[in-house]
């Protein structure tokens, strides 16, 4: 089964790809409209533009004339046109007032403005008027667009539909949001729930990203203004803040989730001056518009320019320094630069309006915010390698530090730590080699350090679940719980067994003594019992085993 993240991905695609391609009925009832344009006059009458078209341009841009008032007039509509519904794109705009001409000559209008366009507001921003009824169909449309920006023009995108169209396109736009935004719940809680584990700085500017989108989302789709009845300006100017805070938010991401070395150098500061272009003027087009739009404007697209041409040094940079998510970042952020360019081309009106442009930041968004959680769970692997590296590293390390390199048993202090602060009682075991440094003179000292390493095995062998280590030259010691005690006989008879090189005779003496060990103190007079015994066991001719009184008899 593919992961929660692909799933959303696959839903978000089928959705787009049903979106952009309707059925026949679908089709069967959309009238696409042409528009020309006339700058508004005082004293201009719907009735008199309506008899002459020919006052209108039909062949210039629309944003050539500038920000002001207009009249816009349809082309013929077909005959026999049944009640429809109009559909344009939301743009900035005081107020808006639709003129429909019928078959017989009467003319009816609806007005929206700025302030109450919540109310006719679509998901995907769509504004939709119903044609004012009347018993002739409708012949021609005349809009009356006052205070518009006209940054990309002043009428886009106007369609006629009827209303089993417009529910259909409504479910569809419905299906896709809300699939956005469960993407984006579930990439929010998830890397959450990482951080609050793992810690990563990268988590916390990708959840940050994610939140922006989401916002933008809410905002840009129209839901915000359906759901609050916003002034529709103000949502624009919103909608600007919050794309300016996602596309700073995913820069400081790249940063955060690439290794430092990538952004070394130059391309932090103009990172950063890149945010800040980006956050000042977004923030500059939300308050001074209307007044210096041409310039808060500009700026923006400069600074989102700007961060397009930050992808190539970044990929660079990554590819020369050797990062090991260069492929990752170049996957996840390829559709978002495609398409953030495909609308830097429309904003300067170098390629043709469409709604799906429009909604591009979107869908590109979703795919970047998607991938770039492939990302993530991909350096969260690696992390989680290093770690588990790490960790090796250090059990080795604690393991060489708590083991004797001869014997492989434990060295003393590593004994003692794991002796001392025992719990009830124990049995305490000293093994003690009879005439080593004889061993040694006989076979060398590679000879007696074999003798050490077969005693050692020994042993382990004899006592397999007790504490074993060595704690002097050829002393020995072994830890088991007194209600489990070992046979001190039978280690040493053990030992007796264990062939040693060239046949040689090798013994030792063994002293045990039973005690607690809950303080560093018992420890010692354990010790001290046992070591007694063993003396008494070399005393007394060696190769055998004596026992100390136990300490809890001597109390």
């Not at 993530?376 to 604690?398: F, G, K, M, Q």
Request: contains cysteine.
């Amino acid at each position: 089964m593919p992961p929660p993240a692909t799933r959303w991905i696959l839903t978000v695609l089928l959705l787009v790809v049903a979106a952009l391609l309707p059925g026949r009925a679908q089709a069967a009832t959309r009238i696409d409209l042409d528009s020309c344009i006339r700058p508004a006059a005082a004293g201009d009458e719907a009735a008199t533009l309506f008899d002459r078209p020919d006052r209108f341009a039909c062949t210039a841009k629309q944003s050539r004339f500038g920000p002001g008032d207009f009249w816009l007039i349809s082309q013929p509509l077909p005959p026999g046109t049944v009640p429809l519904r109009l559909r344009q794109a939301s743009l900035w705009q005081s107020r808006v007032t639709l003129y429909v001409r019928y078959a017989d000559g009467a003319i009816r209008h609806i007005g929206v403005t700025s302030g109450d366009t919540g109310r006719h507001l679509r998901l995907g921003a769509t504004i939709e008027l119903p044609l004012p009824p009347h018993a002739a169909p409708p012949t021609r449309l005349l809009w009356h667009v006052e205070g518009s920006l006209n940054r990309r023009g002043v009428l886009i995108g106007p369609v006629l539909v009827d209303a089993d169209t417009a529910a259909a396109s409504d479910m569809t736009m419905a299906a896709l949001y809300a699939a956005f935004a469960g993407m984006c719940l579930a990439l929010l809680i998830y890397n959450l729930a990482l951080w609050a584990a793992l810690r990563q700085a990268f988590q916390p500017a990708y959840c940050l990203m994610v939140l922006f989108l989401l916002g933008y989302a809410f905002s840009s789709s129209g839901l915000l203004g359906q759901i609050s009845g916003i002034d529709n300006n103000d949502r624009q100017r919103l909608n600007y803040l919050l794309l300016a805070g996602t596309a700073s938010a995913a820069l400081v991401f790249a940063r955060a989730f690439f290794e430092r070395r990538v952004f070394d150098g130059w391309l932090r500061p103009y990172s950063t001056g890149l945010i800040a272009t980006l956050l000042t003027a977004a923030t500059a087009y939300a308050w001074f518009t209307p007044r210096y739009v041409a310039i808060t404007d500009g700026i923006s697209t400069i600074a989102y320019v700007g961060v397009i041409t930050l992808i190539g040094p970044i990929l660079y940079r990554a590819y020369r320094r050797r990062s090991n998510y260069l492929w990752l970042f170049g996957l996840a952020w390829g559709a978002p630069v495609v398409l953030a360019g495909v609308r830097i081309l429309a904003a300067y009106q170098l390629i043709a309006w469409h709604w799906w442009i429009d909604n591009s930041t979107l869908l590109a968004m979703a795919l970047e915010a998607a991938l770039s959680s492939l990302g993530v769970a991909y350096r969260i692997r690696l992390l989680s390698l290093e770690r588990d590296a790490a960790r090796a590293r250090e059990i080795a390390a604690h393991r060489l530090a708590a083991t004797d390199p001869l014997t492989g048993l434990l060295n003393r202090r590593a004994f003692l730590d794991g002796a001392i602060g025992r719990a009830g009682e124990h049995q305490l075991i000293l093994v003690d080699i009879d005439h080593f440094k004889r061993i040694n003179d006989t076979l060398g000292h590679d000879g007696g350090d074999e003798v050490l390493r077969l005693i050692a095995s020994a042993l382990r062998a004899a006592a397999p679940d007790a504490l074993v280590a060595r704690i002097g030259g050829e002393e020995f010691a072994i830890l088991s719980p007194a209600e489990q005690p070992l046979d001190a006989r039978g280690v040493l008879d053990r030992l007796r067994v264990q062939r040693m090189p060239f046949d040689l005779i090798v013994t030792a003496s063994i002293g045990t003594c039973t005690g607690t060990l809950a303080r560093e103190t018992e420890w010692k007079a354990m010790y001290r019992c046992a070591d007694r015994a063993l003396f008494a066991a070399k005393a007394a001719g060696r190769d055998r085993v004596r026992h100390g009184v136990a300490l809890a008899q001597v109390a």
